[in-house]
């Protein structure tokens, strides 16, 4: 199977299909002033799956319950809201959601300032900034291969998941430019004898004027896994970042390539940065 690529595959949209019961964080306004979060966290404190992608984008293609419907038992341990997913796949073939702050926001208004439990060191950027990371957002998942009583699954469906990489700056096709992007440092390994310690990059220099230098996009690489009827645990790996302020707390999505034209049913649980 060829990997997602959403930057390829067309236009987001937000939250134009939701069944949302207990959907997320109680009071938005009060969080948003509440300063920033520290160490690790549970997504759905922070962050509602209001971001539709692809054919979810389009009314009755896809829906999400929240604390309804999910699958049991829960994964042990399992902590913060659980997500039951119905994408009923039509002429876009893909489909997928993020988990975003505000509700609904691509860029709109700054995300949440986000102080990992990871001490990463100074800012090179800016003297005095201290620079706090995560090791990754881990997070269950299973898909219900028998959803389709009368066609069930053939294949076990690959998904990807992702966190942050929400740009403002370039919306998805048919969205208006936002001011505000997902911030953060990204590092590379020190690589003897070339590059004897590790490179940080805050600030992004790509225009020539340094007048108009900004900070860097938080942009983890997407991960690619395959679903199975039973839990699993995956995660997205956070360990190269550190991080600043995240619109975008987590995102997933599949296509029809390993079930063409059958209803995907799949549930996500446990969804923490940490």
Not at 68 to 81: L, V
Not at 198 to 226: E, G, L, M, Q, R
């Amino acid at each position: 199977m060829t990997p997602i690529s959403l930057e390829k595959k067309g236009a987001a949209a937000l939250c134009l299909s939701l069944v949302m019961v207990a959907c997320g964080p109680s009071s938005e306004a009060s969080r948003a002033k509440s300063g920033p979060i520290v160490g690790p966290f549970l997504v759905s404190e922070v962050f509602t799956p209001s971001g539709f992608m692809g054919d979810g984008a389009i009314p009755d293609r896809m829906t999400v319950s929240i604390n309804n419907d999910c699958k049991q038992p829960r994964p042990p341990g399992a902590q913060g809201d659980c997500y039951h997913f119905i994408y009923r796949v039509r002429d876009v073939k893909w489909a997928g959601c993020d988990w975003v702050f505000p509700t609904s926001s691509w860029g709109t208004v700054p995300g949440r300032t986000l102080i990992g439990p990871i001490d990463l060191g100074p800012n090179p950027d800016h003297p005095g900034v201290e620079l706090h990371g995560y090791h990754h957002v881990r997070f269950y998942a299973a898909v219900d291969m028998n959803f389709d009583k009368t066609h069930p699954l053939a294949n076990p469906p690959a998904f990807d998941s992702w966190a942050g990489r929400i740009d403002g700056r370039a919306p998805p096709a048919g969205s208006p430019i936002q001011p505000y992007y997902d911030t953060g440092c990204s590092f590379f390994p020190a690589m003897p004898p070339d590059m004897p310690a590790p490179s940080i990059t805050c600030t992004d220099k790509t225009n020539p004027d340094p007048a108009k230098w900004v900070p860097f996009a938080f942009a983890p690489n997407k991960t690619t896994n395959t679903l199975a009827q039973e839990w699993m645990p995956f995660s997205v790996d956070l360990s190269r970042w550190s991080v600043d302020q995240v619109i975008g707390g987590f995102g997933w999505a599949a296509n029809d390539s390993d079930n063409p034209g059958q209803t995907l049913s799949i549930y996500f649980d446990d969804i923490v940065w940490e």
